[in-house]
């Protein structure tokens, strides 16, 4: 074998063992490494979605606290069944002490409203609009939960500024029971 025929053959063989290492080594240790650097790349979002989850639960736990807080605040001024007497002596007394005469006062039928019940009753009284006017305002003041509702006044003929009001005032409470 002379020297150019083995220079030939010693270049076929260092391309043939180039293409056979990049065939069998090269060629599937990057279809490893892309397919490696893939696997990475879906963990490492996985875990910023799961650093996002974290701190939006952090923020729902403070929310729900205050939700908890705000619940705790408006049961305490939601009476029990057995206090609405003394909430409706309360307000007698109110009407009373601004000059209002009770006509009428009937309970009206109880119902449930979300977790808690409304006792609705219908009042009338007579007097001076300015005694309704202090006596609203007053009313508002209390300390518990209530809510007026259907207010008619009619003006009553025989004396100049008195009017007599019919309305529907709505104590909320919790049920003993519950």
């Given amino acids: 074998m002379s020297t150019t025929s ?3 053959l010693f270049f076929i063989l260092l391309v043939a063992m180039a293409y056979v290492s990049y065939a069998y080594m090269i060629k599937p240790a990057n279809t490893h490494l892309t397919e490696a650097k893939t696997k990475v790349d879906q963990k490492q979002a996985k875990l910023r979605e799961l650093e996002r989850a974290c701190a ?7 929310q729900l606290a205050k939700v908890e807080e705000a619940i705790q605040v408006f049961e305490s001024k ?8 003394t909430i409706l002596s309360d307000i007698t007394i ?3 002490k601004h000059g209002l005469e009770s006509k009428k006062i009937r ?23 300015n005694s309704y006017y ?3 305002l ?19 003929s025989k004396s100049e500024g ?4 019919r309305f529907v005032l709505s104590i909320f409470f919790q049920n003993s029971r519950s």
């Fill in 6 to 8: 083995r220079k030939i």
């Fill in 56 to 62: 939006s639960a952090e923020d729902l736990s403070a």
């Fill in 78 to 85: 939601l009476p029990s069944e057995s206090e609405i007497e």
């Fill in 94 to 96: 109110i009407a009373q």
């Fill in 107 to 129: 309970t009206l039928q109880i119902q449930e409203r979300h977790g808690c019940y409304e006792q609705p009753l219908e009042m009338e009284l007579g007097g001076n609009f």
């Fill in 134 to 136: 202090s006596f609203l």
């Fill in 138 to 156: 007053e009313m508002e003041k209390l300390d518990r939960i209530t809510k007026i509702t259907e207010l008619t006044l009619n003006k009553l």
């Fill in 162 to 165: 008195h009017t007599q009001a």
